[in-house]
């Protein structure tokens, strides 16, 4: 991850605070969720081995399948976090994104969500796809789809009603706002002048691509975590009835 994010960094390095600097940004920070969220599939055929192992000691009863589903929702916490210091600290300041530290702090505890989600969601296919090859189709058309109607390449406006449902339980669209919100949110940035007057701000920049303002950051995190929570959620569910079943094939042997 750290050479990732020293190298991304040097591809952006030091973008200007104009329109052109803008795009590049916003551009950047679509890049950094389809990497981030998709490279984390390199984990399912752990976790299908995890799984297997499972099933098996459940089994005999050595533990129940919500220690086990708890253990791993936090052992992957201090490792995860780690990545995301080593991905964050190069790129946020080699790419010369919002100079404030709190700024900084609000991109890192992003990056952090961003990465465990996507391990929530590797967890949770991992519980329900038969083998390695099916689980990585799934996830990569999953996450394909949830990029799609992030809001990066079509608004929210200019979706067809039947499709707007996509766009709200998109994985993208609210690391994406809150990316975005923390970089272009401060009112004091500007972006292009004329004739001495500010005539483009962050604000502005905020409101063309359809997105809220500072005040939603916090939402944005609280829909991360719930997402995080369902997919565990749903993940126990899925290996609890896979469990269950085992046994039961177990007694009737």
């Known amino acids: 991850m750290l050479v990732s994010g020293i190298i991304l960094g040097s591809i952006f390095y030091n973008l200007k605070d104009n329109l052109l600097g803008a795009e590049e940004r916003v551009g950047l920070f679509a890049f950094i969720l389809t990497y981030l969220l998709s490279s984390t599939t390199e984990a399912l055929p752990i976790f299908l081995q995890e799984r297997e192992i499972l099933m098996k000691e459940t089994s005999h009863g050595s533990y129940r399948v919500s220690s086990y589903a708890i253990a791993n929702g936090l052992v992957y916490l201090p490792f995860l976090l780690i990545l995301a210091i080593l991905f964050a600290v190069p790129v946020y300041w080699l790419v010369g994104l919002n100079h404030s530290f709190m700024a900084f702090i609000h991109f890192l505890l992003l990056i952090w969500l961003i990465l465990y989600t996507a391990n929530s969601v590797v967890v949770c296919f991992s519980?329900?796809?038969?083998?390695?090859?099916?689980?990585?189709?799934?996830?990569?058309?999953?996450?394909?789809?949830?990029?799609?109607?992030?809001?990066?390449?079509?608004?929210?406006?200019?979706?067809?009603?039947?499709?707007?449902?996509?766009?709200?339980?998109?994985?993208?669209?609210?690391?994406?706002?809150?990316?975005?919100?923390?970089?272009?949110?401060?009112?004091?940035?500007?972006?292009?002048?004329?004739?001495?007057?500010?005539?483009?701000?962050?604000?502005?920049?905020?409101?063309?691509?359809?997105?809220?303002?500072?005040?939603?950051?916090?939402?944005?995190?609280?829909?991360?975590?719930?997402?995080?929570?369902?997919?565990?959620?749903?993940?126990?569910?899925?290996?609890?009835?896979?469990?269950?079943?085992?046994?039961?094939?177990?007694?009737?042997?």
């Open 127 to 253: 519980a329900l796809v038969p083998n390695f090859i099916v689980g990585n189709s799934v996830i990569s058309a999953v996450m394909g789809s949830f990029f799609l109607f992030s809001g990066y390449f079509i608004s929210k406006h200019g979706m067809p009603n039947y499709w707007i449902f996509m766009h709200y339980i998109s994985l993208f669209k609210y690391p994406f706002e809150g990316l975005l919100i923390n970089e272009f949110s401060d009112s004091k940035k500007c972006l292009d002048y004329m004739f001495g007057k500010c005539v483009v701000s962050g604000a502005d920049v905020l409101r063309e691509e359809g997105y809220g303002d500072d005040k939603t950051r916090w939402r944005n995190y609280v829909i991360m975590v719930c997402f995080i929570l369902v997919y565990r959620f749903v993940s126990y569910l899925i290996l609890r009835c896979r469990c269950s079943q085992r046994g039961i094939k177990g007694i009737l042997i």
